[in-house]
């Protein structure tokens, strides 16, 4: 099984509401991370978890709270978020953080934030 | 941070051509990844190169790990309308403090003509 599980696929949310991501992988990989993306451009590194701990918080706004509960989820729980949170969120999982490990990402979830 | 610099930006081909695209870098990387990402869903990867020098190949995909470490390029023969989508290149920069991060090229955006 080589594959990220991201749900919902869409999500639509209002700024007073609190809604979570979540994704999943059986793949043993021991570092997961969550990306944005704007359309048409690269995705942007929010979030690595390396053995369940957080590793790396790229300076993300405290309205965006990560978890990683096991070694297989991840999730990521938004509260009172702006319009312009509107993106792609996108799970990646590696076998571990580290130069030489591949990223293999899920499919996304869609966030529109009225 | 660092940057990569990926082009070209865009191209527009005729179904049966070839397609070439490479990313550049001032600093050298350890590893160069390729990822496809089709409209509305997450990077699937296409080529590792972990050696400087690596030349691999995927089906019709070609990439290389410039010999200096600090380009690499992708090849696509006798593209097919799947082959659309926005590509891009990504990879850990060698030492320094960003053990494990990706650095994304802006991403070249395919049109294959039938």
């Known amino acids: 099984d080589t594959e990220v599980t991201q749900t919902p696929k869409h999500l639509v949310m209002g700024m007073t509401n609190k809604k979570s991501l979540k994704c999943e992988q059986h793949m043993g990989h021991r570092a997961m991370y969550w990306y944005k993306q704007k359309a048409k451009k690269p995705p942007e590194l929010m979030f690595v978890?390396?053995?369940?701990?957080?590793?790396i918080n790229e300076s993300v706004p405290s309205r965006f709270s990560p978890e990683c509960p096991n070694s297989s989820l991840l999730n990521l729980h938004l509260h009172a978020l702006q319009p312009e949170d509107s993106a792609l969120y996108l799970c990646a999982s590696s076998q571990r953080e580290g130069s030489y490990n591949e990223q293999f990402f899920g499919p996304g979830t869609r966030l529109t934030v009225l | 941070g660092q940057q990569l610099n990926q082009s070209p930006q865009s191209m527009f081909i005729q179904e049966g051509e070839d397609v070439s695209m490479n990313c550049t870098s001032s600093s050298i990387f350890n590893t160069w990844l390729w990822y496809k990402q089709d409209p509305g869903e997450g990077p699937v990867l296409l080529i590792a190169?972990?050696?400087?020098?690596e030349l691999t190949s995927n089906g019709r995909l070609t990439a290389q790990f410039g010999i200096t470490r600090k380009d690499s390029f992708l090849n696509i023969s006798a593209s097919i309308p799947s082959d659309v989508g926005i590509y891009f290149c990504a990879g850990p920069p060698a030492g320094g403090t960003s053990y494990g991060k990706l650095t994304f090229g802006q991403g070249t955006i395919l049109t294959v003509h039938p």
């Open positions: 978890y390396s053995y369940e701990k957080l590793s």
């Open positions: 190169l972990y050696k400087a020098g």
